[in-house]
């Protein structure tokens, strides 16, 4: 595996690179309490393509599933760097390339991800975003601060599966220092989350340099434990960069391939 690519330039490869991934170990949420989080981080990559058996090229969309737990992740421009390099290969069917992606990915990310290659034609595209209830409607304190648990606050009243989002979410990129936006859905059970206070939470994040992968982690943690839910589902769907889109999701329960959902008009 080869160093870091972030934040210098470098030419778009002619040829299949696997050394070209970068792994980026994971750092976990302390938790004095030591909870089991169950999740996924699922990759959309729109910039695939190779030649078929005949040299003809042909463009894809790929989904790649990281289970949360894998030791690494991979650092997003390395995998745009290796995905660049598959241009000129020829394979004779997606099988094959998705076989040969999962295995590079892999032995980068230290657990067996899953891959899936679709057609221009063929993604099942279901978005849910939108059965989750809007709340950037609330006046926002301290935003760009830092993420701040004292603006979590719950109330008397309990919820059942109360579903809600914002499209406000902001964090920084800690290597370039170039925005990373998101849309965030939390559905959880429970004291009923006062959403003022929470959308003021998320939208500390704004000046916030941290992974993808670490500010879903961190935000779940600090509602788990300010809040204290019955059940909490967390996801957060940042913006495509670069071709690859990051959609991280972080539950009490265990999360499925086919809890995964699809873009909205934002991806």
């Not at 069917?93 to 999962?102: P, T, V």
């Not at 279901?126 to 059965?131: E, V």
């Not at 000046?207 to 993808?212: L, Q």
Request: overall charge negative.
């Amino acid at each position: 595996m080869t160093e870091s690519h972030l934040g210098r330039r470098v030419p778009t490869p002619e040829k299949y690179s696997p050394e070209l991934l970068h792994p980026i170990p994971r750092e976990r949420v302390a938790d004095t309490e030591d909870r089991i989080v169950h999740g996924l981080d699922h990759w959309r990559a729109y910039e695939l393509s190779w030649l078929d058996a005949e040299g003809n090229p042909d463009v894809f969309i790929g989904e790649l599933i990281f289970p949360a737990d894998s030791p690494n992740m991979v650092e997003s421009k390395s995998l745009k760097l290796y995905l660049a390099g598959l241009n000129q290969e020829r394979f004779e069917n997606s099988d094959q390339a998705a076989e040969l992606i999962r295995t590079d990915l892999a032995a980068c990310c230290g657990a067996n991800p899953d891959v899936r290659i679709w057609g221009l034609t063929t993604y099942p595209d279901d978005c849910r975003l939108a059965d989750f209830s809007l709340i950037d409607h609330h006046a926002v304190s301290a935003a760009g601060d830092g993420p701040d648990t004292s603006l979590l606050v719950t109330g008397a009243n309990r919820v059942s599966d109360r579903k809600i989002r914002t499209e406000l979410f902001r964090s920084i990129c800690p290597v370039t220092g170039q925005p990373d936006w998101a849309s965030v859905t939390i559905a959880y059970s429970g004291r009923e989350i006062d959403e003022a206070g929470l959308l003021s939470y998320l939208c500390a994040y704004r000046s916030h340099a941290a992974w993808h992968e670490r500010c879903a982690e961190r935000a779940f943690h600090d509602i788990i434990r300010v809040c204290e839910p019955e059940r909490l589902n967390l996801s957060m769907h940042f913006l495509r960069r670069g071709g690859l889109e990051i959609n991280v999701y972080r539950s009490s329960n265990p999360v499925l391939p086919e809890d995964l959902m699809g873009r909205d008009a934002r991806q």
